[in-house]
């Protein structure tokens, strides 16, 4: 029989295909309108199901069937089928399922011939029809149960919300619970410890009404012993008596002596009054014995000379070797001369001898040989630095050829070979000038302190304290001196000063100022100064006893190596930075030439150097030069030219030098 199909309503159903649901929503429709009756099949459910997890509604299955080949498909209705073949049984699996019903259809009272297929085809389909029938009405009744089903689940997770409910609000009171427990605790706790408290109260009261029985029963007898002796009291009474008579006069003579030691006390009284007149007098007196002490101070220094120069010749380094040819000579009574001998290798005019030794004599204010110390050194020149606390404009500046010293006069080694020992003379000048303004102090005198470093490179002023290099790409300010003829004062536009408070604070600017300063190597020096550096430091200084007011200049000077080009061999940038240096170096000697002579015009526009020093080389001020010279044989051309420089320096005569200080007559 062709497309007969095996139908198992407990086949799933795919969802996907919503076709077969309905076709076989038709034929369901069929088979209830024929009128065969179905057996309803026997169907428990027990409690436990309806107790577990929720089960989702699940939609009619349509009809289904399989094919010979075992694949499922959805089965045409009835009138439309084909009929080809004999009747197929159910396979064995769908017909056990069938036979598990609790009624099933009877077979045909008696078996057809072989040859009636027909009636043996209507039999069968009469039989899949009751069979269809009873599959429609298990299927209604599963949509019945899965509907029950499904009110259960709800209702079961109505019930699992109120549960939820339930132990949330059983926790909340546990928890209200166990805080009121604590809280009981506590006050339990509480009341226990007052209670023994209250306890102890008790205990003590009771301790002490037997204590105060025990003392009235003492008092008692207290009272009793002071009777008897207030009777043998009354006799001392008299005694006392007698004996307040007798302390009477002996007070009356204290007094008279107490009246004696009031006046001894108003006689010292009036002693230190007039002593403490004396000490004001005496403070006066050493004020004035200041003033005169600036004023002796400054004549000594007059007497010596307002310029003075002082040789100084640095020892040989380790790479000059020493050249017989060429020997310096020093007076063991004489520290101001020098002698320099030079031996020639040349045979005098017969031929016979050596010619003589030629001697060059030299005399200065003061004269350091190779093993002078720095102490020693600022020794000399510390009543020099005195005179900026007194007023006076002071200059010292370091001369000489490059590779001399200077640098190492003025400010010592580089940083990591510097000591105390060798401390230069900036520093040193600085520490002078705070120790003597504490001294100063207890005088009335206040001082304030500022510092300034500039440089003059190829005759154009440069900030050593700037927050940039000096030359630098970003650097776009530009410093001029600026000179005011009425007050006398030079100053520089943008320059940074910084206020000094301690002497710690200049070795700060120091090294800062090293940094940017502008060096170069030469054939006569590896690291050699192309600038001239000045540094400046301002004192202010006012007396608040007496009103007196000064303003004091300190100026620290290393100039640029002096050297000639035939000897430097300099090039490009070295050779202009070299005239520069010459250039204004010859400058400084015109403009101390001119004040020597007492010219009228001083030319100090014709370098920046000398107008940046305008108001600290004239009469206003005290000057004092360090040449510094090299004892080798291969310098001693520079070394003479620098020599024979600064003995005509010290010939001249600057004038007298003036303090910049005032007195406020109207404070």
């Not at 149960?145 to 919300?161: G, R, W």
């Not at 007194?390 to 640098?407: E, L, M, P």
């Not at 154009?460 to 300010?477: E, I, M, N, Q, Y």
Request: net charge positive; with cysteine; glycine share 4%.
């Amino acid at each position: 029989m062709q497309g007969v199909e095996n139908l198992d309503p407990n086949l799933p159903v795919d969802p996907s295909k919503p076709g077969l649901k309905r076709k076989r929503d038709d034929e369901l429709v069929k088979s209830n309108s024929s009128g065969s009756t179905l057996m309803k099949p026997t169907t428990t459910t027990s409690s436990k199901s309806l107790t577990s997890k929720p089960l989702a509604p699940k939609a009619a299955a349509p009809l289904l069937g399989r094919t010979a080949s075992g694949s499922i498909q959805q089965k045409p209705p009835l009138a439309s089928r084909s009929v080809s073949k004999p009747t197929i049984a159910p396979p064995p699996a769908k017909r056990a399922k069938v036979e598990t019903l609790s009624t099933a259809p009877a077979a045909p009272a008696s078996k057809r011939p072989a040859w009636d297929t027909k009636g043996r085809l209507q039999d069968m389909e009469d039989f899949t029809a009751k069979l269809q029938e009873q599959m429609n009405s298990l299927s209604l009744q599963l949509v019945s149960k899965e509907s029950e089903i499904q009110t259960v689940s709800t209702v079961k997770e109505s019930l699992a919300v109120d549960v939820s409910q339930f132990h949330r609000e059983t926790e909340t009171m546990q928890q209200r619970i166990s805080e009121l427990n604590r809280i009981i605790d506590a006050d339990s706790a509480k009341h226990r410890v007052e209670i023994d408290q209250y306890n102890g109260k008790v205990s003590s009261v009771q301790g002490r009404l037997d204590l105060a029985e025990i003392q009235l029963a003492s008092s008692k007898s207290e009272c009793e012993r002071l009777r008897f002796n207030l009777s043998q009291t009354a006799e001392q009474l008299d005694t006392v008596s007698k004996e307040l008579a007798l302390t009477r006069e002996n007070l009356r003579v204290s007094s008279d002596i107490s009246d004696d030691r009031l006046k001894r006390l108003q006689d010292l009284e009036r002693k230190i009054a007039d002593q403490r007149e004396q000490i004001k007098f005496l403070e006066e007196k050493a004020r004035d014995d200041e003033e005169i002490r600036r004023k002796l101070h400054n004549s000594i220094q007059e007497l010596k000379g307002n310029i003075r120069v002082f040789c100084r010749i640095r020892p040989l380094s380790k790479s000059e070797v020493e050249d017989k040819s060429v020997s310096y000579q020093f007076s063991k009574t004489d520290d101001t001369a020098m002698d320099i001998v030079c031996a020639p290798q040349t045979k005098d005019v017969t031929g016979c001898k050596n010619a003589p030794d030629k001697t060059f004599n030299f005399k200065f204010d003061k004269v350091f040989p190779p093993g002078s110390s720095q102490e020693a050194v600022f020794g000399e020149i510390s009543q020099l630095v005195q005179s900026a606390l007194d007023g006076y404009n002071t200059c010292i500046f370091a001369y000489g050829q490059t590779g001399s010293g200077k640098t190492y006069t003025m400010e010592g080694p580089e940083a990591h070979l510097a000591t105390v020992d060798n401390r230069g003379m900036i520093a040193r000048a600085v520490e002078q000038i705070f120790l003597t303004s504490y001294r100063l102090a207890e005088k009335g005198w206040e001082y304030q302190f500022q510092a300034s470093f500039v440089e003059i490179y190829n005759e154009t002023v440069r900030d050593l304290l700037a927050s940039t290099k000096p030359g630098a790409a970003t650097d776009d300010k530009k410093w001029e001196i600026k000179h005011d003829p009425l007050s006398g004062k030079t100053t520089v536009t943008n320059l940074t000063t910084v206020p000094v408070t301690s002497p710690e604070r200049i070795d700060d600017l120091l090294k800062r100022a090293n940094k940017n300063r502008a060096v170069g190597s030469t054939k006569m020096n590896e690291r050699s100064s192309r600038s001239h550096s000045v540094f400046q430091l301002r004192l202010t200084g006012k007396n608040k006893v007496t009103e007196q007011s000064i303003e004091g200049i300190l100026n620290l000077i290393d100039l640029a190596g002096s050297e000639r080009l035939n000897q430097s061999q300099a090039t490009g940038d070295r050779l202009k930075e070299t005239q520069a240096i010459n250039k204004s170096l010859s400058c400084l000697g015109d403009v101390i030439a001119a004040l020597a002579n007492k010219d009228k015009h001083i030319p100090y526009r014709n370098s920046k150097l000398t107008y940046l020093l305008q108001d600290s080389l004239g009469g206003n001020s005290k000057t004092l030069m360090f040449v510094n010279v090299s004892p080798a044989a291969s310098n001693l051309n520079e070394t003479l030219n620098s020599l024979r420089f600064a003995q005509k320096v010290n010939a001249c005569d600057i004038g007298t030098a003036r303090s910049n200080a005032k007195i406020d007559l109207n404070s």
